[in-house]
C-alpha cells in the first residue's frame, strides 16, 4: 500500500462504527480481524520475506495473554502496565525457542515449530497458576482516561490502531539494510554470507520479531475476551495464522490484513451457513472450508493482495539520490601477493577435490582459474572465501591467513565474489539485489530499519547501487526484478553487487557464460578498468579467448591438482594444458 493511501485507509476504518445500523456483531468481528492480522503480518516476515516456516505463532500469544491475565488478576496490575512485562516474556520465550528453531533448515524448521507448538499448548494446560485447562477469568479490560473500553466499538480503534502502527513500521524494516538482510535468507546461506550477512543472527531477529507481534495480539485477546484459556493458543489456531499470511500475499505486509479478513469472515460465514443448508447431523463446515481455501489457493496462487494491487497503476520507481555523499572507500593493503594459497587440500571423504594447491595473485593482477569440469575450480573459490573449510594448507589475503574465520570476516577483509550459478534474489529489484553487496558498508541496525532512523545511510547505500549498475552498463534496468533480465545481464548483476563492497579482490565464477560477444567487450574493459583501479581478479572461465586476451596468469587444475601456471602465451603451448583441456589437436 503507498503511503499516501495509509491516512484514507485509516479514516475509512475511523469511520465503520459509525455507519448507521451496523451491529456490534460486524465490529466484533472486524476486531477479530484485527488481533489475527497482527500474527499474520508477523509471518509475512517470517515466512512471506524470510522463507521460515512456523506453525507454532499462537504459542507466543499464549505467552503474552497470560502473563497479563495472572499479573492483572493476581497482583493487580493496570492493564496497560502488563503489556511491557507481556512483550518482554515473550520475546525472552522467542529468544530461548529460537535459538534452537532457528538452527534447523528445510523440513526440520516447520516440524520443529508444530513440536514446540504442541509442547506450549500442554504447558499452558497444566499449570496451576493459569488455571490449567480453564483457564484465566475475569481478566479487566482496557480503560482510556477513565473510560473502559469493554464495547467492542470502544475497543476496536485501539486494536486497528496497532494494527496499523505494526504495518508501518513492518514496511519501514522491508524498506532498510536489515529489511535486504532479511530477505536475502530466501538466496540461501552462502550468497548472503559472501556480504557480510550472518544468516542466524537475522533469522533469530525476524523470529523474535514476528513472536513479539503475536504477543502483542495476545495481549489485546486477553483484554479484549476477559477471560484466557490454552485453546486460542494451540497449533490449529497457528496453522490458521499461516493460512492468513499465504492466502493474502506470503511477501505482502498489507496482505496479512486482507487474509486475515478472508479466514476470519470464511469461517464465520461458513458456521452460520452450512447447518442451515445441510443441516447440523455432521459438521460439513470443517470440509467446506478446507475445500474453499484450497480452490482460493489454486486461483490465487501468490495471494490476493497482488491480484488486487494489480487493479491500481503502479507507483512510480523511488528516485535515486545521486548526490548522496559517498560511503567511505576501503584502505588498501600495501601486502603483495593480495592471496596466496599454499598447499591448499580439501577432501570429502576419500575423494580429494583440491590436492595441494599453490598459486598467487599479485596485486592488480588478473589472474585465471582454469581446467575441466570437476577440476576443482568452484571449490579453490570456496576454500579462498570460507564456505568450506581447509584439510590441511593455507590461504593468507593481504598477509593474513583467512582459513576458518568464516566468510562473514572474510568479506569484510574485502573479497567479493559472483557465483557459477546466479544467487540473485528474482523478486527484488536490480537496485536492492546490488545493494546487497553494500550491506558492511552500513550500520544502521533493526530499530533503525522499523521506525526509518536509516534514512541517511539508505539513501547513500542505494546511490552506492545506483554507481555500480551504471558502472556495468545496466542503469535502464535498475527498477527492473533481477528475476526479469537475460542469463547473461544477471551475471553482470552479480558482478555490480560484488563490486558495491568496494573489493579489494573480486573472485568471478564464470563471469562471461551466456554473454554476447559485445558483452563480453565490455566486460574485459570493465575487468581492466578495475585492474588500473588497484583491484585483484580471479576468475573461472571456460571461453579461452576471453581469457587468453584479458589475464596476466594463468592457474591450470585437473582432477584438483594444480598442472601448469604461468602467463597465457605459455599457457596455450603446454603439453599437459593441451591434453587435459584445451584439446591436443588444437
Not at 475509512?12 to 468481528?29: K, M
Not at 563490486?499 to 579489494?504: F, G, I, R, S, V
Request: proline letters at 6%; glycine letters at 10%; aromatic letters at 8%.
Amino acid at each position: 500500500m503507498r503511503r499516501a493511501a495509509i491516512p484514507l485507509f485509516a479514516l475509512v476504518l475511523a469511520l465503520v462504527p459509525l455507519i448507521p445500523g451496523i451491529s456490534s456483531f460486524w465490529i466484533t468481528l472486524l476486531d477479530n480481524i484485527g488481533l489475527a492480522a497482527l500474527v499474520a503480518m508477523g509471518l509475512v516476515l517470517l515466512t512471506g520475506v524470510g522463507g521460515l516456516t512456523s506453525f507454532g505463532q499462537a504459542a507466543f500469544c499464549g505467552f503474552a495473554a497470560y502473563t497479563s491475565a495472572v499479573l492483572t488478576t493476581q497482583y493487580g496490575f493496570n492493564p496497560w502496565a502488563t503489556l511491557p512485562f507481556a512483550l518482554a516474556v515473550t520475546g525472552l520465550a522467542a529468544v530461548i525457542l529460537g535459538l534452537v528453531t532457528v538452527r534447523l533448515s528445510g523440513h526440520f524448521l516447520p516440524l520443529g515449530t508444530i513440536c514446540w507448538g504442541f509442547s506450549l499448548y500442554y504447558v499452558f494446560a497444566n499449570i496451576e497458576m493459569l488455571g490449567r485447562h480453564d483457564g484465566i477469568s475475569g481478566i479487566p479490560p482496557l480503560s482510556l482516561f477513565g473510560y473502559s473500553l469493554i464495547d467492542p466499538r470502544a475497543v476496536y480503534y485501539v486494536i486497528w490502531a496497532f494494527v496499523i502502527a505494526a504495518a508501518l513500521i513492518t514496511a519501514n524494516l522491508l524498506d532498510s539494510r536489515e529489511g535486504r538482510a532479511i530477505r536475502a535468507l530466501r538466496g540461501g546461506r552462502v550468497a548472503a554470507e559472501a556480504f557480510g550477512i550472518n544468516p542466524a543472527w537475522v533469522k533469530l531477529k525476524v523470529f523474535v520479531y514476528a513472536a513479539l507481534l503475536a504477543g502483542l495480539s495476545g495481549w489485546l485477546y486477553a483484554h479484549v475476551q476477559r477471560a484466557v484459556n490454552p485453546t486460542p493458543f494451540g497449533i490449529n489456531p497457528g496453522i490458521e495464522y499461516l493460512f492468513m499470511a499465504v492466502l493474502g500475499g506470503a511477501g505482502q505486509v498489507w496482505g496479512a490484513v486482507i487474509g486475515a479478513g478472508l479466514v476470519v469472515m470464511l469461517k464465520d460465514a461458513l458456521q452460520r451457513i452450512v447447518p442451515v443448508v445441510f443441516g447440523t447431523s455432521f459438521p460439513l463446515e470443517t470440509v467446506v472450508y478446507g475445500v474453499a481455501l484450497i480452490v482460493i489457493l489454486q486461483v490465487a496462487r501468490e495471494g490476493l493482495w497482488p491480484r488486487l494491487a494489480a487493479l491500481v497503476p503502479p507507483a512510480p520507481p523511488p528516485d535515486v539520490d545521486l548526490a548522496a555523499e559517498p560511503l567511505p572507500v576501503r584502505t588498501r593493503s600495501a601486502a603483495t601477493p593480495i592471496l596466496s594459497l599454499d598447499r591448499a587440500r580439501k577432501a570429502f571423504g576419500g575423494l580429494v577435490a583440491v590436492n595441494d594447491v599453490s598459486f598467487a595473485v599479485e596485486r592488480g593482477d588478473i589472474v585465471a582459474l582454469i581446467g575441466p569440469n570437476g577440476a576443482g575450480k568452484s571449490t579453490t573459490f570456496n576454500l579462498i572465501t570460507g564456505v568450506l573449510g581447509l584439510t590441511s594448507g593455507s590461504v593468507t589475503f593481504a598477509g593474513q591467513k583467512i582459513a576458518g574465520i568464516g566468510p562473514q570476516a572474510i568479506a569484510s577483509l574485502g573479497i567479493a565474489r559472483s557465483f557459477q550459478h546466479v544467487k540473485l534474489l528474482p523478486e527484488m529489484s536490480v537496485l536492492d539485489n546490488v545493494a546487497l553487496g553494500a550491506h558492511l558498508r552500513g550500520s544502521q541496525g533493526f530499530l533503525a530499519g522499523l521506525f526509518r532512523l536509516d534514512r541517511a545511510e539508505e539513501r547513500r547505500l542505494k546511490a552506492e547501487a545506483a554507481r555500480q549498475i551504471a558502472r556495468v552498463g545496466l542503469a535502464e534496468h535498475m527498477h527492473k526484478p533481477a528475476g526479469s533480465l537475460a542469463l547473461g545481464q544477471q551475471r553482470i548483476v552479480e558482478i555490480a553487487r560484488a563490486l558495491a563492497l568496494d573489493p579489494e579482490l573480486l573472485l568471478l565464477d564464470e563471469p562471461a557464460a551466456g554473454l554476447r560477444h559485445f558483452e563480453k567487450t565490455a566486460l574485459a574493459d570493465l575487468l581492466r578498468q578495475l585492474k588500473g583501479e588497484g583491484v585483484s581478479v580471479l576468475l573461472v572461465e571456460h571461453d579461452m579467448g576471453f581469457v587468453m586476451n584479458l589475464t596476466d596468469h594463468i592457474v591450470v587444475l585437473d582432477f584438483g591438482t594444480r598442472i601448469a601456471e604461468g602467463p597465457p602465451a605459455i599457457i596455450k603451448k603446454d603439453p599437459a594444458v593441451l591434453a587435459a583441456y584445451l584439446g591436443a589437436a588444437e
